[in-house]
């Protein structure tokens, strides 16, 4: 059985086998809905509601704000934002104007800040007051002219802004007079000429979204208009986002999950994104009580949390029309105990798994909503081709055996950014004359076209839905002066999926105890995202090598699997 047999496609329903893609750019589908649906809410957040023409009305301006400070066709900005409405406004308004957003985590660090920046060659970049400082320390070093702030309280009502303002604002450093800062509010009040849209292609380069690798580099992902339209869309009919559906945007808009699927996707299908900056389970209880979303869509531990909250125990979940968990994977017991909740508190959903990657946007597989196979990641979406080839080779897999999923379609992201042996390794021309992209990942797929995620070939840690490169975590023990060799592994957690783990060998090893394992781990805090720091580092005299000299971190694994089992049995 080949790919191109679809065998999945008698699971799909009322979903479109093909879907007729718009030849546009973000910002003119955008513009496209809007002409549909101008009254209608595009998106919510924290009580503040704006329309879709409220919505291109601020994309619009912003555009032209930007232009006014030098942002042009090619160009790069980088947004460094929590999902607010600054953040997603600027991401089209420089779509329309055929620049690039690079969407990064605004808790980065300063030197990954800097690495990012320098990167893309970012000339802007938009973050909150709260980041200034870490932006300031490494401008000098990188390309970025000017410097937009953001505050929350831009878009709260006007008690919730002052509640803000009290709670948390005031904890906030003051940001001292800077030429190169200009602030949202003033931004989106500049006396701009108005700027007419670029002449963008749909398939030229319009996002970059950051992966890691087995090198510890984080990997800039390009994608284009198309790569985010289709996938917008697949996503869109596959769960039928329409005017009416409302989606919680849970999920960061600097992952390709948030901004693809939470945001985007609603925006393709006319829906309404409510925006949720941070989470916790307590805020999403409510939002989830007072807003009465459509979809949910998630990591794991979102779920776990959400079902244990006693607010969402005692909230009416008929509003839920689908639960979708992907970025890492579902353990039955948290899918058990979703589920047990959401029939009891009168919804008839299940919590469904999907499968995406980043060099696709995200989601481009998913359960379909009236078919169930246990352990499965479903099938691909309409114009996703997916199929299981033996490892290190071109050739496809029998039914049932396992290899590596390769993937094929509109999503498929254009390359990595700077790396063409990288891209080349990735994106790959099979016999059938089209592009497939390894993804490193082994599963298996079933005569009816069902895929099963098994593990990853590339040593990735996932925890609490986010990727942590051992590779990049080793590299920054390396450089403190008394360690001697390094290992990191990902161990099972109830709460996280998985939590960093670091064996340790000293230069000196009388200096091993609970004193050096705070120091390492605030060494790694220094340059690091916070869940990219171990949690716990285990001192060893020696670390288990391969044959050929490497250290041995599948038997590092293996141990502290056999340690979990030897204590829950």
Known sequence: MTATARPWLRFYGNVPTTIDYPRTTLYEAVAETVGKYPQDPAYDFMGFTSTYRRFLDEIDRCADALAALGLAKGDRITIAMPTTPQGIICFYAANKLGAVASMIHPLSTASEIEFYLNLSRSKLALTLNAFYGKFKEVMARTGLARLILAEIPDYLPRLKGIAFQLLKGRKIPKVPPDPRVVWWRDLMKMDA??????????????????????????KGIMLSNANFIAEGMQCAHWVGMQKDSSILAILPIFHGFG?????????????????????????????????????????????????????????????????????????????????????????????????????????????????????SIGVPFPDMLAKIVRLGTLDEAPVGAEGEICVSGPAVMLGYLGQPEETARTLRTHADGRIWLHTGDIGTMDADGFFYFKLRHKRMIKSSGMNVYPAQVEEQLYRHPDVSEACVIGVPDEAQVERVKAFVVLKDKRQAGPEMEKQLIAHCQKDL???????????????????????????????????INKIES
């Open 193 to 218: 000429p108005r700027t007419p849209k670029a002449a963008m292609g749909t398939d030229e380069l319009a996002v970059i979204l950051y992966s890691g690798g087995t090198t510890g580099k984080p």
């Open 259 to 375: 901004l693809g699927v939470c945001v985007n996707a609603a925006f393709m299908g006319g829906g309404k994104t409510i925006l949720v900056p941070t989470f916790t389970p307590d805020a999403v209880a409510k939002l989830i009580k007072g807003k009465r979303p459509s979809f949910v869509v998630g990591v794991p531990t979102l779920f776990d949390a959400l079902s244990r909250h006693p607010g969402f125990q005692r909230t009416d979940l008929s509003c839920l029309k689908a639960a979708f968990c992907g970025a890492d994977t579902l353990p039955r017991v948290v899918k058990e105990r979703f589920e047990a909740v959401v029939q009891r508190q009168g919804g008839r959903v299940k919590l469904l798994e999907g499968y995406g990657l980043t060099e696709a946007v995200t989601g481009i597989m998913a359960t379909p909503l009236n078919e169930y196979r246990e352990g």
């Open 529 to 563: 995202i916070k869940w990219s720091c171990p949690r716990e580092i285990e001192f060893r005299d020696s670390l288990p090598l391969t044959l050929v000299g490497k250290i041995a971190y599948k038997v590092l694994q293996d141990e502290e699997i056999a340690k």
